[in-house]
């Protein structure tokens, strides 16, 4: 049997007025692949940090093995803004850091005259430096560097990263950066929290693999369907405060869930049938003893009533939970909804070299209907060539013709369509002109409660933001829409109802993701852009994959 590394025991966490957790109780044994799923806000943040011991618990016990050392990955980890990437790793193992500085300044006593002039003070000195030098090979300080370098090229990085500033990392880089962070200071339990968002395919290949061949421990938060199916062998969901462990992968837990309802269904209806009845003995006991004073008949209520109040109760599953009511309209227009020919788009290189050329002699057709799926790696020009559509950047050469009965709708990744400084009514408003009980009614479908409808935008999560930008988009009725990453910040039930509404969906749709899953339920187009250039393949993402030779 594995050795179990961390115990969860009736713990109970709250966040303010907020409960989150109630009862939890988790095992995680060593070497276990697990992914942690639950939706938006649901506390799967929290759990991390719990179990890492950055919060502490209200109530119960949360056990970690003393020879474990937990590494956590953050959304969003941050670094000092004057470091480079060299640094910021280096800086992984501040304890070592610290022996290391403490042995330089001994060094430096020892070159100083009145300590080397001084056998007392000297010999005081070599054996400050002794114990350090001990405590540092202890924690295998000679070959740090070493492991540094290592930890940063497993995750993706080059030698010639190295001197990068971190500030200007993209976000995926960030992740990979605090990923490699843990890797240096041999962490055997990983606690990652959406370490794939903002990767691009190549990226998240990397850490399939990585995560496929580490030897330790990792609890992984993300919504990343295909991701979850690839590198774990157990989920485990967080929902209504507690926990419940499912093994295999996320298709797995998909259907293995459904079936525990149906079945926690047929327990509740059979359970609560035996009690409609023995209520029923109950009362007609009552009645026969009040009308014949019988001590038979009032032993037999009483032991009816025991029955009941030992009985375990089943809780009444919950089937069907509430999901955001996205419905995406659209309507047929032009037969040609997008044609671009010869498309060229460069910048000032701001360099001798003059220009940079990111979009090079593009032809692109999209026809009524189409779902189409735009690929390629980060920084490939997918968003410039976007703004190229919406007219937000003007081509250095080539055509764009939009249908003349097209109407775009456009969903930004960075959620750019929207502004901080507006309330949730008021965004609506921008989008269609309504009542602001009618605006109140579409927030409610999207999961906002009316305690929120006139916060500002400034106030919204990740997962609150792609849920309003959702709603302007449905209230657009736009007919051909142009979404870049939509299931980045939601929840897997969101993502599901996006697909349903795209399925149901009557016009077009040309998507940046790197959601392989989203796109196998989506798509049935793929256009690849790389350096510079688009190559096409018609069908999903399974098809491209195997067309290319990659297993993504």
């Known amino acids: 049997m594995s050795t179990i590394i961390v115990n ?11 409960l989150i957790l109630e009862g939890a109780a988790w095992e995680i044994q060593a070497g276990q692949k697990i992914g942690l799923v639950g939706a938006n806000g649901a506390g799967k943040s929290t759990l991390l940090q719990l179990i890492a011991g950055a919060l502490h618990a209200d109530a119960g016990f949360i056990f970690r ?3 474990t050392r937990i590494g956590y990955l953050a959304q969003d980890p941050q670094f000092a803004a004057d470091h480079t990437v060299w640094d910021a790793i280096l800086g992984a193992n501040a304890g070592l850091q610290a022996i290391e500085a403490e042995m330089r300044r001994l060094e430096a006593h020892m070159a ?3 300590i080397y002039g001084n056998e007392i003070q000297l010999e005081r000195v070599l054996a400050a430096h002794g114990r350090a030098q001990a405590a540092f090979e202890e924690h295998d300080g000679y070959r740090y560097e070493s492991r540094c370098r290592q930890a940063l090229q497993s995750v993706g990085f080059d030698e010639k990263d190295f001197e990068l500033p971190v500030n200007v990392l993209s976000g995926g880089q960030k992740k990979m950066l605090g990923l490699a962070k843990l890797l240096a200071v041999q962490c055997d339990l990983l606690l990652l929290d959406e370490p794939d968002n903002h990767l691009d395919l190549a990226g998240k290949q990397r850490l399939e693999r990585f995560i496929q061949a580490f030897a330790g421990t990792v609890v992984i938060v993300s919504h990343d369907r295909y991701l979850l199916d690839e590198i774990v062998t157990r989920v485990v969901e967080l929902e209504d405060h507690r926990l419940t462990l499912y093994l295999g992968n996320y298709s797995a837990y998909a259907t293995d869930k459904q079936l525990r309802l149906l079945r926690q269904q047929q327990a509740y209806a059979a359970q609560q049938k035996e009690i409609v009845r023995i209520e029923a003995a109950i009362a007609r006991f009552e009645l026969w003893a009040s009308i014949v004073i019988d001590e038979r008949h009032i032993r037999q209520a009483r032991s009816r009533q025991k029955m009941l109040a030992r009985m375990e109760r089943i809780e009444k599953p919950v089937m069907e939970r509430e999901t955001m009511g996205l419905a995406l309209n659209g309507w047929r227009g032009s037969k040609k909804v997008l044609e671009i020919a010869g498309l060229d788009k460069a910048f000032p290189a701001g360099d001798a070299s003059g220009e940079a050329i990111v979009l090079l002699g593009l032809d692109l057709l999209v026809w009524h209907g189409e779902r189409v799926g735009l690929l390629g790696p980060n920084g490939a020009g997918k968003s410039v060539l976007f703004r190229c559509i919406l007219g937000e950047e003007t081509p250095t ?9 097209v109407q775009i709708g ?3 990744q960075q959620h750019e369509t929207l502004d901080p400084s507006r309330t949730l009514i008021e965004e609506l408003w921008e989008a269609k002109s309504m009542s602001e009980q009618a605006a109140v009614n579409v927030l409610k479908r999207f999961l906002f409660p009316y305690a929120r409808v006139r916060d500002t935008v400034s106030t919204l999560s990740g997962g609150e933001r792609s849920r309003l930008q959702l709603a302007k988009l449905m209230l657009s009725g736009a007919n051909f829409l142009l979404l870049d990453e939509p299931t980045n910040n939601l929840d897997l039930p969101s993502c599901e109802v996006l697909e349903q509404a795209l399925d149901e969906f009557e016009g077009s749709v040309l998507v940046i993701s790197h959601d392989r899953y989203f796109l196998d339920r989506v798509v049935d187009r793929i256009v690849e852009l790389e350096e510079g250039a688009l190559t096409e393949f018609p069908g999903d993402y399974t098809y491209y994959a195997e067309k290319k030779g990659k297993h993504f």
């Open 112 to 114: 100083d005259p009145d």
């Open 8 to 18: 969860i025991d009736n713990v109970r966490y709250s966040h303010g007025p907020n």
């Open 397 to 405: 050469q080539g055509v764009i013709k939009i249908g003349p009965s």
């Open 410 to 412: 456009y969903y930004a």
């Open 65 to 67: 093995h003393k020879e």
